[in-house]
């Protein structure tokens, strides 16, 4: 069975930083598996729809939103069956539950993680 676990969310203050990490576990998405998979992390503030807020390929190519656009870096450690999200200079608007994400191949569907809960103070 295929886990994905975040961690590193909590309570912090406008202009801090967070880290954000995403564990993936089980023979079906490690090793060989994960590394060969695009990952991303989306959030879902309060009231609001999901948004995809960072993308990384398996070559290491990123992209982000707009709105964290050099605040945010998404990194990847395929040796710990790990994705990263570094979350600078936060704003209150930050505030969500953050998942992190696997999009879905032909061979399986995607995977999300639980979420963990990100929250800015004005």
């Known amino acids: 069975q295929v886990q994905l676990v975040e961690s590193g969310g909590g309570l912090v203050q406008a202009g801090g930083s967070l880290r954000l990490s995403c564990a993936a576990s089980?023979?079906?998405?490690?090793?060989?598996?994960?590394?060969?998979?695009?990952l991303d992390w989306y959030r879902q503030g309060p009231g609001k729809q999901r948004e995809l807020v960072a993308a990384?390929?398996?070559?290491?190519?990123?992209s982000y939103a707009d709105s964290v656009k050099g605040r945010f870096t998404i990194s990847r450690d395929n040796a710990k069956n790990t994705v990263y999200l570094q979350m600078n200079s936060l704003k209150p608007e930050d505030t969500a539950v953050y998942f992190c994400?696997?999009?879905?191949?032909?061979?399986?569907?995607?995977?999300w993680g639980q979420g963990t809960q990100v929250t800015v103070s004005a």
């Open positions: 994400h696997a999009p879905p191949t032909i061979t399986r569907g995607s995977y």
């Open positions: 089980g023979s079906r998405f490690t090793g060989s598996r994960f590394s060969i998979s695009t």
């Open positions: 990384i390929t398996s070559g290491g190519s990123t």
